[in-house]
């Protein structure tokens, strides 16, 4: 986890506009959740592309769902239109969607965003109600699990 989480602040020094989703997200809200990567959902306009690719630019990132396992750091080229980015780098998997499904698009996350501290840096994460529609809408064992702990949390945040 202290990779993600160089990844992470590394990602918002370099002033990349992002909301930490999936396993990570639940892991803020206090899950007991396992994962081995970062969701991430953001804009990807050519700015924040250029901002990701700073970003990474010293850890290798790779694109891990192409057999060529090509470099992020030239594909796509400058300018071109991104959906969403499975990145490999040598600090952990990244990985950057401009949606998510049954949720919405990056400036539907962000309105709902909670702020929380990790490693003393301040971050945004999916909202718990969407994480848990997310987490449903996926449907995968692993995803239905999480989504019963957290709507457990739900419960324990009501006043």
Do not use: Q
């Not at 049954?102 to 301040?122: K, M, P, Q, T």
């Amino acid at each position: 986890m202290e990779d993600l989480s160089i990844l992470l602040k590394r990602l918002n020094d370099e002033g990349v506009d992002f909301v930490i989703i999936g396993g990570f997200a639940a892991v803020a809200y206090g899950a007991s959740t396992l994962t081995r990567d970062i969701g991430l959902c953001a804009a990807l306009t050519r700015e924040n592309v250029e901002r990701i690719r700073a970003a990474l630019s010293g850890w290798n990132p790779r694109h891990r769902m192409t057999p060529a396992r090509l470099s992020f750091l030239t594909h796509p080229s400058a300018g071109e239109d991104v959906k969403n980015l499975y990145l490999e780098t040598d600090k952990g998997v990244v990985d950057i969607l401009s949606s998510v499904i049954d949720v919405g698009d990056f400036e539907r996350l962000s309105r709902a965003a909670e702020v929380v501290e990790i490693d003393g840096c301040e971050y945004r994460i999916m909202g718990l109600a969407d994480l848990i529609a997310s987490k449903e809408a996926l449907g995968r064992d692993k995803d239905l699990l999480a989504s019963r702990e957290l709507r457990v949390i739900e419960e324990k945040r009501k006043p």
